[in-house]
């Protein structure tokens, strides 16, 4: 599949926001590991990191933008003196019930 192919693909997408959180974290010597229970994007918006995504090591830094799918398992390092991120937790809009993030606590992921 090409580029021409994918934004295509993209413009007709459609995608539910189920929320937006904000979340800072500081530097420590293990990293914050995350199971994604649904698609998420992450926006970066102070400081940076180094995030692993399935065993690949990406360095995201202010401004920039990143997506993950359901199930996969995120580790994040922070390498600045403190990571700010938007979290925008999103799905098909016919495949989740708003019922389903009750059950989820901010200690446990992202």
Do not use: C
Request: hydrophobic fraction near 35%; glycine fraction near 4%; avoid cysteine.
């Amino acid at each position: 599949m090409n580029l021409n192919d994918l934004i295509q693909l993209s413009s007709h997408a459609s995608v539910k926001v189920m929320d937006v959180r904000h979340y800072t974290l500081r530097p420590q010597k293990e990293s914050y590991t995350y199971p994604l229970p649904t698609s998420v994007f992450m926006y970066a918006v102070r400081g940076s990191a180094q995030v692993q995504v399935q065993h690949i090591t990406y360095t995201v830094r202010s401004m920039q933008l990143i997506h993950g799918g359901k199930g996969l398992l995120l580790d994040l390092l922070v390498t600045d003196s403190e990571f700010s991120r938007d979290v925008v937790i999103s799905s098909q809009p016919k495949k989740i019930r708003s019922n389903e993030w009750s059950g989820y606590d901010d200690a446990k992921w992202l």
